[in-house]
């Protein structure tokens, strides 16, 4: 069974408080794009999962990957049976596009879908939740608001209807940023929109209503990030904007010349991009 996992912007990004758990609240508009990974198992007789990876270069051991824990997790108090994966990586790594919380989840959904996994929707999406905190989004195909550590989840599919006609393209200059350094950087502060009535707003207006917290701190810090945002803007983006904590960078615009002018610039420079429709 395979399947092609996708990466996910935010629309805006608010981080509106600091938990007693560690994390942090946020509030933020998730969009599933086709920027994919392929993601592909086969079951086998031989316990366990051993994982293969080709296509970007995933660092760290692979019990830390994100589609061994998902086997894992399911298994500590389910019977499995064993699992061959492969996964061919495309969406850039420590982007702020949500690759490995994508192939953790649609692991989940394979093994739901494969094996005779005796668990409620309730239980999955928990499992989902434990895996890590962009997890639960991908358990889902639709655009979405999300809360609290980005668990709770409001489908908005409104958002796609909002969309439709507009193009996108994505930039990622190749920095790879910390999550963790984002996040110990961060002052949260009270949302300054409700981000559940943007749809009621022109496109156009967007940057003058919500904003991704994490943006100007990243700017800052990494030059490459500026550049890739005031390109998408001198190119004409009707809204432009970091997603996540970084450092892919993308822009709205209504031309599709417009938006594969502004991937191709970027493929130019050596630099990960990405160009579709809504």
Partial sequence: MIAFTPAKINIGLFVTGRRNDG??????????????????????????IQLTTSGLQIPGAPEDNLIV?????????????G????????IPLGAGLGGGSSNGAHMLRLLKESCSVNATPEQW??????????????????????YGRGERIEPNPSMFTHLNGWNIAILHPGVHVS??????????????FD?????????????????NDF?????????????AIVQHQQ????YVQMTGTGSAVFGLFRNEKDAAEIARWGTERGWRTHCSAF
């Fill in 125 to 146: 999406n928990q499992w989902a939740a434990a895996l890590g905190s962009d997890c639960p989004f991908f358990m889902q195909d639709e655009a979405a608001m999300t």
């Fill in 235 to 238: 190119a004409g983006a009707s």
């Fill in 83 to 90: 699992v061959k994966a492969c996964v061919v990586k495309n």
């Fill in 69 to 81: 824990k998902a086997y894992n997790l399911v298994a500590r108090t389910h019977e499995l049976p």
């Fill in 215 to 227: 943006e100007k701190i990243i700017r800052e810090k990494h030059d490459a990030v500026n550049q």
């Fill in 23 to 48: 994390f942090h609240d946020l509030e933020s508009i998730f969009i599933p794009i086709p920027w994919k990974d392929a993601l592909e198992i086969q079951l086998q007789e031989e316990p366990g």
């Fill in 195 to 211: 981000l559940r009535e943007l749809t009621t707003h022109r496109v156009e207006d967007w940057g003058s209503l919500i904003r």
């Fill in 179 to 192: 999550t963790r350094e984002a996040f110990a950087a961060i002052k949260p502060s009270p949302a300054p």
